[in-house]
């Protein structure tokens, strides 16, 4: 074996890395030149002012969208040429929560942790029987197996959808604001899980939240993202102590900083038009 083929040097290789990417929809950039890197084990937070481009993010480590430049590397393997069955075996190594975890509502707690293991595996059904009832302990949900979707809270349908994103065990779990909608103390034991849930099963996560506070107790790094760049990057003690203006502005929720609480506009003296009247 080559030295650089060791496995020790082969840990080393990041599981997510973007090499100078720009991407866009359309004609239209919105990330541009983002270089990341996030090693195994490790949290992520991707912060940012709206519209900055963190979902588009996800999009590029799902491949749902390709770069215009740059690489998306995914375990040291570049996504952009990969086709059919090596994307589907990619994808399958990561798990994915969208906002508001959006169950499948005429299937019950236990059938939609099931579903992607029945959709991507031909295990018997008392191991995915097992599987499931593992998974929706480690959520704490093992209890709720047969309610519906309709019958259990929002915090607790965040959990169920989090059993399902984990179900197959992936590498790599994908969290789109996660937090949303929920209340403080839901919205608590649902960070705790994910860093718990991170550390005992091995994975490597990323999420994009709003919910700075919840986020930094969290997280292993920060990423903060704005005008199409990564702007920030850091522990969350080293975010919270920054000088950068705009880290600054987007940490500590100032209305006003390098990004403006006001459009441009007119001023108010002639948009009300009383400059003639004054
Ligand atoms: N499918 C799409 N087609 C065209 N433009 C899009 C598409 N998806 C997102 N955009 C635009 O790309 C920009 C970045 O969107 P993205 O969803 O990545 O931002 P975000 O940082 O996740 O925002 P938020 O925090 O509000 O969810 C936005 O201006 C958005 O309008």
């Known amino acids: 074996m080559a030295p650089s083929d ?9 599981l997510v890395e973007l090499r100078d990417v720009s991407c866009g929809y359309g004609e239209r950039v919105i990330l541009e030149s983002v270089n990341l890197k996030l090693q195994r084990g490790k949290v992520l937070a991707l912060i940012g002012t709206s519209g900055g481009g963190k979902t588009t993010v996800l999009r590029l480590l799902g491949r749902q969208l390709q770069p215009f430049k740059g690489q998306v590397l995914f375990d040291g393997q570049d996504l ?15 798990g994915m929560l969208f906002q508001f975890g959006a169950l499948f509502t005429d299937l019950s707690v236990f059938e939609n942790v099931a ?38 809270s929002g915090g607790m349908a965040r959990r169920v959808a989090l059993a399902r994103a984990i179900a197959l065990d992936p590498d790599l779990v994908l969290y789109d604001e996660p937090f949303a909608g929920l209340d403080p103390i839901s919205l608590g034991v649902a960070a705790r899980l994910i860093r718990d849930l991170n550390d005992a099963l091995g994975l490597t ?46 940490v500590g929720a100032h209305a006003d900083g390098p990004v403006r609480f006001h459009q441009p506009a007119a001023p108010v003296m002639q948009d009300f038009g009383l400059e003639a009247r004054a």
């Open 115 to 152: 579903f992607p293991l029945r959709e991507h595996t031909q295990l018997p059904e008392a191991m995915i029987r097992d599987l499931v009832l593992m998974k929706l302990n480690a959520v704490g949900l093992r209890g709720a197996r047969d309610l519906m979707p309709s019958e259990v």
């Open 6 to 14: 060791s496995p020790s040097s082969l840990r080393q290789v990041p």
């Open 205 to 250: 996560s990323i999420i994009v939240s709003h919910d700075l506070h919840e986020t930094f107790a969290i997280a292993d790094e920060v990423a903060m993202i704005a005008n199409g760049r990564v702007v920030a990057q850091g522990t969350p003690d080293e975010l919270r102590h920054s000088e950068d203006p705009l880290v600054k502005q987007f």
């Open 80 to 94: 952009a040429p990969l086709g059919g069955d090596q994307l589907y075996a990619v994808r399958r190594r990561m």
